[in-house]
């Protein structure tokens, strides 16, 4: 019953901008840290940014500075504003919610930056 949706992925040019949107249900998604990852072709996964249920957040220095992390709790959703787009960004972005020791993940979505 646990779900978890990405949306907002697109095409844009580098120097654009993207939000990226991520709806949960499921879970008691207030008691939940969630985290944004990205995995481009030939790389491994990687935690870009995460919000803990306080609203601590924290980044990869690869991003630091150009994305922002926050969360809604009122409508169970966590969001990823993307600034300063670079080709290098270009990944497919997963959604995830990690709580007592366990994590659920969304199924992705594409981002492609390029000119």
């Known amino acids: 019953q646990v779900q978890i949706v990405e949306s907002g992925g697109g095409l844009v040019q580098p120097g654009g901008s993207l939000r990226l949107s991520c709806a949960a249900s499921g879970i008691r998604f207030s008691r939940y840290a969630m985290g944004w990852h990205r995995q481009a072709p030939g790389k491994q996964r990687e935690l870009i940014a995460s919000i803990t249920s306080g609203g601590k957040t924290d980044y990869a220095d690869s991003v630091k500075g150009r994305f922002t992390i926050s969360r809604d709790n009122a409508k169970n959703s966590v969001y990823l504003q993307m600034n300063s787009l670079k080709l290098e960004d270009t990944a497919v972005y997963y959604c995830?919610?990690?709580?007592?020791?366990?994590?659920?993940w969304g199924q992705g979505t594409q981002v492609t930056v390029s000119s």
């Open positions: 995830s919610a990690t709580a007592w020791g366990s994590t659920s």
